[in-house]
């Protein structure tokens, strides 16, 4: 199946403008988006923002799925379906 | 006392007298210095049943210890005085160079009270403090009349606070304006100012502050500028400023739109994000007092009705003249920015209250003849440039806008209160309390009201062990109520301590509580812990309520109006909203706060406040 990854703030330069496409097997979880993500931009992915170890965000970066906060990692993904990643910015 | 000039500047308009005064070297100790300090005076000073407006009122500019130092940002002022717009004491602060200027020139402080008959401004340097005449001046925009009170003091390196015609005419939301477009804007400082007849404060100095132990301070500062240079927790504040936030931040819904109607989305966000600001006007970042972030905007539009070449615009600006009226045309928000930095209004406010009016005319409160023919209508841009211009003259509908939403709805009756979104009548920030719980708390109870410089408890949520050197450990998510009215208090903490030191809380975010001991103690020859800092926050904390109690705060006072209560349809954080009550409840037991609000004798006494447990408990 395909799912579609995108980012915001710092994660847009990586990822680029438009949503990328990562195709996984039917069944997979969001931890195995995550692990497809850090081998397509293992170099790209900041320490500061990304657990290389655990292959998966650290925070203040987050992950939504369908416009919902998602801290789960076994979460199931379906086809077509669009995750973010994004470092919650500080400013006011 | 090292660390402090060691003087008050006092000037009385009404006698047209200036007196030095020294600083009480106790209240420094208590209080630190800027905003904690200002509110001890004004305490002190400022009876709590002031009409605002009347010479009684004072502005009570204030630096603190690390200001005019080699510490980037330590260019701040604060100024305390009783606001206008709220009815409550209000501290307001400003970045750029103004607060150093003032230390340079000699004063912790200055203390600004009666009125003048006629216009004046001020020009003080090392030597002097003169009243001068200003009738020449009143009436011109906040960005002339820097220029021409430089050119007429001959000093061309004097910085200068001022006021636009907003302040002259009594906006309730009017701002003070220094170093160009840097603003002390929040809660009428610039009505009170006005009120005075104050036109502008131009001050030149080139003394040097004596610090306790002056080699240990200067690496303290320059490992915090370093690290502020440097740090990828903050790399998008330093590339694309506030406004970097609109690109971000939309995803869980934080940015209010349509008046906090509706959930933030990408569509409306983006086009007036850091992202576009960078991308379409690069021209020059500019920072404040040796600050290594720079988060600042410089604007430029060469061509069209919305050309421009100034400074701007930050994220709160954008969002409250942009989202919130619906308006996604990024010219047009940088210009409308810059006509309230003209003439001199709180863009929180500003476009707050025309957010406000936009539903009102909407919903058949207000008529096309109430609003001098003006189509107020959600995306109208040059709507909002209309009422811009007409709040800062103060004319026709714009005198009915220059009351703020709260007064406003009152005047509207109706539902109208139920979406002024305004805490204790101080407009709410661009931050939505539906998406990051701990913001409910926050707004219900800080000190100024509605406010998140004043408590930026955001910073803390999905953080790990926000403040272990206060005892602040775990993970609290921002759409929990655990921990929340905790963490209300840790940030509405933090913010007393860098608003008495003063310094820009973007300059914080990679710091810990040592760190300000560290500089606060080779600044001062001192030896204060981070548990003491803890009681410093909670002291200012207490004073400030102290004083808005007499003023008539109570519990009712202390809560969110219906809309920014009201669950959201869509986006990051539908259906969800935070537990107020129950938090309030927990946050009135931490602070030790009464059912009404009081603060607890035993508590007052604890934080050697006898004086004001006696007013509050009078015998």
Redesign the interface.
Same mark, same amino acid.
């Given at each position: 199946m395909t799912v579609r990854i995108r980012g *915001? /703030?710092?994660f &847009?330069s990586i990822f680029g403008e438009q949503a990328q496409s990562i195709n996984l097997s039917y069944g997979d979880r969001l931890k195995d988006l995550l692990r497809a993500v850090q081998g397509k931009w293992a170099d790209s992915l =900041?320490s500061? *923002?990304w657990d290389h170890e655990n292959r998966t965000v650290k925070? =203040?970066a !987050?992950l939504?799925v369908e /416009? $919902? &906060?998602v801290?789960d990692i076994n979460t199931p993904l379906k086809e077509n379906q669009e995750v *973010?990643i994004? $470092?919650?910015? !500080? /400013? /006011? | 006392m090292k660390g402090y000039m060691g003087k008050l500047l006092r000037v009385d308009l009404s006698k047209r007298s200036v007196m030095v005064e020294p600083l009480p070297e106790h209240y420094a100790r208590d209080y630190l210095g800027g905003s904690g300090l200002g509110v001890r005076l004004a305490y002190d000073e400022i009876p709590p049943e002031t009409d605002p407006m009347s010479p009684q009122n004072k502005l009570i500019f204030m630096t603190g210890p690390v200001t005019a130092t080699s510490l980037g940002t330590a260019g701040r002022y604060q100024v305390i005085f009783k606001s206008p717009l709220t009815g409550i004491l209000c501290d307001s602060s400003s970045g750029g160079h103004w607060g150093a200027a003032l230390r340079m020139a000699g004063y912790d402080g200055l203390i600004i009270e009666g009125a003048a008959t006629s216009p004046v401004y001020l020009y003080i340097n090392e030597k002097k403090c003169e009243i001068r005449d200003a009738s020449q001046h009143w009436g011109k925009d906040t960005f002339s009349v820097q220029d021409d009170i430089r050119q007429e003091i001959g000093v061309p390196k004097a910085r200068l606070a001022v006021i636009g015609t907003s302040g002259e005419r009594g906006v309730l939301f009017a701002a003070i304006m220094n170093d160009d477009a840097r603003a002390a804007a929040r809660g009428g400082d610039g009505t009170v100012m006005g009120s005075k007849k104050l036109k502008a404060i131009a001050i030149h100095g080139n003394l040097q502050v004596d610090l306790a132990d002056p080699e240990g301070f200067k690496k303290v500062a320059l490992d915090i500028n370093k690290e502020n240079a440097t740090s990828a927790d903050i790399e998008d504040l330093r590339m694309y400023g506030t406004t970097d936030v609109l690109d971000s931040r939309w995803a869980i819904s934080d940015i209010p739109v349509k008046n906090w109607a509706i959930g933030s989305s990408e569509e409306i966000c983006t086009p007036i994000g850091g992202r576009k600001v960078y991308e379409l006007m690069p021209k020059k970042h500019q920072a404040c007092h040796r600050c290594t972030i720079g988060c600042a905007r410089w604007t430029k539009i060469d061509a069209g009705p919305y050309m421009m070449d100034a400074p701007g615009p930050e994220y709160e600006s954008t969002a409250a003249l942009g989202s919130m009226c619906l308006v996604t045309n990024l010219e047009a928000v940088c210009f409308a920015n810059h006509l309230c930095n003209s003439y001199g209004l709180d863009t929180i406010s500003t476009g707050s209250t025309i957010a406000f009016a936009m539903e009102c005319y909407g919903k058949g409160y207000l008529s096309a003849k109430d609003t001098d023919g003006i189509a107020l209508l959600w995306g109208n841009e040059e709507a909002v440039i209309q009422m811009i211009h007409k709040i800062g003259a103060h004319e026709g509908v714009g005198k009915l806008l220059a009351l703020g939403t709260r007064r406003l709805a009152e005047k509207l009756g109706g539902s109208c209160i139920d979406f002024a979104v305004q805490v204790k009548g101080l407009e709410l920030p661009m931050h939505d309390a539906r998406a990051g719980f701990s913001w409910a708390p926050n707004y219900a109870t800080a000190t100024r009201g509605g406010c998140h410089l004043h408590g930026m408890t955001d910073l803390y949520e999905d953080s790990e062990d926000p403040i272990p050197e206060w005892g602040f450990t775990g993970t609290y998510e921002r759409l929990s109520n655990e921990g929340k009215a905790e963490m209300t208090r840790f940030a509405q903490n933090w913010a007393h301590i860098l608003d008495s030191l003063v310094i820009c809380y973007f300059a914080t975010v990679v710091l810990e509580p040592s760190d300000f001991c560290n500089l606060i103690n080779t600044a001062t020859g001192r030896d204060l812990k981070p548990l003491d800092l803890l009681q410093i926050g909670d002291r200012i904390n207490a004073l400030h309520r102290a004083y808005n109690y007499r003023c008539g705060i109570r519990r009712k006072d202390d809560t969110l109006p219906k809309r920014a209560m009201t669950p959201l349809k869509e986006g990051g954080a539908a259906g969800k909203i935070p537990d107020l009550d129950g938090l309030l409840e927990q946050y009135y037991r931490l602070r030790s706060w009464d059912a009404e609000g009081r603060p607890s004798r035993e508590i007052l006494q604890e934080l050697g406040l006898e004086d004001v447990a006696q007013d509050l408990y009078p015998a």
């Open positions: *915001l /703030g710092q &847009r =900041p500061h *923002l925070r =203040p !987050v939504m /416009g $919902k &906060r801290t *973010l994004t $470092k919650i910015s !500080v /400013g /006011g | -």
